[in-house]
């Protein structure tokens, strides 16, 4: 019994971490790996309650894309200016640089606080717990103190 009570456990670990990791991977892949991408700055014109859209200047002269929008986050204001890069075929950006990329991993964050109780009280593994929470509480943090 006790051997399933620890796979139940682990497997829920597992699958909080591995779907804060998922949820996180389709913003910050176009950070990691923005090499061939579109780069440029996002002057923010206007806000709804989910995007936020403005005028792009796109580092490519050649480039005739002149509006963007983003996912809206606390940190974006009327006026501002964002470095981005620009999701393939679509007129959508992702913040880019330490705010984006930690920004972009805020649901991996969440993911591991929610995994470390899990894993320190069902798998009595106290120490590997308070890894977990201080890893996810940092990057939190950090994310809160980088936008």
């Known amino acids: 019994m006790t051997h399933a009570r620890n796979a139940a456990m682990a497997l829920v670990a597992l699958l909080l971490v591995v779907g804060g990791a998922w949820a996180s991977w389709s913003s910050a892949q176009h950070v990691l790996l923005s090499q061939g991408r579109e780069h440029g700055t996002l002057t923010v ?3 709804t309650d989910e995007t936020c859209s403005g005028t792009f200047a796109s580092e490519d002269p050649s480039s005739k894309r002149k509006s963007l929008t983003i996912p809206r986050s606390v940190a974006v204001e009327q006026g ?9 075929d679509t007129d959508e950006g992702v913040r880019t640089g330490w705010a984006g990329g930690l920004h ?22 106290s120490r590997t717990a308070w890894s977990l929470a ?3 509480g940092g990057i939190l943090v950090a994310a809160f103190y980088a936008l």
Not at 80 to 88: E, G, L, N
Not at 104 to 125: D, E, F, I, S, Y
């Open 45 to 47: 014109t206007g806000c």
């Open 80 to 88: 501002a200016t964002i470095p981005v890069v620009v999701k393939p």
């Open 104 to 125: 972009a991993w805020l649901p991996l964050g969440g993911a591991l606080l929610l995994a470390a109780p899990v894993v320190g009280g069902g798998l009595r593994l």
């Open 134 to 136: 201080g890893i996810g």
